[in-house]
């Protein structure tokens, strides 16, 4: 039973344009979410996120939405850079201080 | 160093074998967490211990797994009577118990385990 889904495994999008992540969630006790980047051979670091008091967060080139009554959160990235290209995890948790649970991962490919 | 380091970086093992992996926490950190990411899947929540408190085990698979922590600092999983499933990247990650976002946590590289 997965908490957290991110459908869509893969995406690429050409630099300068936007990137858009997905990621839905089921539990909604969750109130805190999060989203991570993970580079081959590296493991994820944090990169931005948004409790459930705000529906926006953001954070030079990093936005998140959150969309409580729908349970579905999304990152944008715009302009999008080549440097961009890694695996972009979402995760969430119930009041900040549980473990995260995260999604399954989307790979984001940005082309030069 | 100052960040999560984590050892081995690669072990490649026979099944029926046990496994020992080891996690260095960033310094003053007291919350440690334990994940594993098996292929094609997502971070799995395996265990999380925080200071002196009783460490959150529900994420374990079965009694094969288990985790130690010294006090504030290392921490080692073992895996027993290894199986083929057990293969993935076990990932270690660290936060400080009163960060103001308590779900940041910092990541080591990973200890990628092949169970043959």
């Known amino acids: 039973d997965q908490q957290v889904k991110q459908n869509s495994p893969s995406l690429s999008v050409q630099e300068g344009r936007i990137s858009i992540l997905n990621c839905d969630y089921t539990?909604?006790?969750?109130?805190?979410f999060l989203w991570y980047k993970k580079y081959p051979a590296e493991g994820p670091t944090f990169l931005i996120s948004?409790?459930?008091?705000?529906d926006k967060n953001e954070d030079g080139r990093f936005t998140v939405f959150l969309n409580k009554s729908a349970k579905h959160l999304s990152l944008h990235i715009v302009p999008s850079q080549p440097g961009d290209s890694a695996v972009y995890f979402c995760?969430?948790?119930?009041?900040?201080?549980?473990?995260?649970?995260f999604g399954k991962g989307t790979r984001l490919s940005v082309i030069a | 160093g100052a960040g999560v380091s984590q050892s081995p970086s690669n072990k490649v093992t026979e099944k029926g074998k046990d496994v020992e992996l080891r996690c260095d926490p960033i310094?003053?950190?007291?919350?440690l967490y334990w994940y594993r990411q098996r292929l094609g899947q997502g971070l799995e929540f395996l265990i999380y211990?925080?200071?002196?408190?009783?460490?959150?085990k529900s994420g374990l698979p079965s009694d094969r797994f288990s985790a130690e922590r010294t006090g504030e600092s290392v921490s080692t999983l073992t895996i027993q009577r290894t199986q083929q499933e057990d293969s993935a990247v076990y990932l270690c990650?660290?936060?400080?118990?009163?960060?103001?976002?308590?779900?940041?946590?910092?990541f080591g590289e990973g200890s990628r385990l092949t169970v043959l």
């Open positions: 211990f925080q200071g002196n408190s009783a460490p959150d």
């Open positions: 990650a660290s936060s400080a118990r009163l960060a103001p976002k308590a779900g940041e946590l910092f």
């Open positions: 995760a969430a948790s119930v009041k900040g201080n549980t473990p995260l649970v």
């Open positions: 539990n909604s006790m969750f109130d805190y």
């Open positions: 310094s003053g950190h007291t919350a």
């Open positions: 948004i409790s459930s008091i705000k």
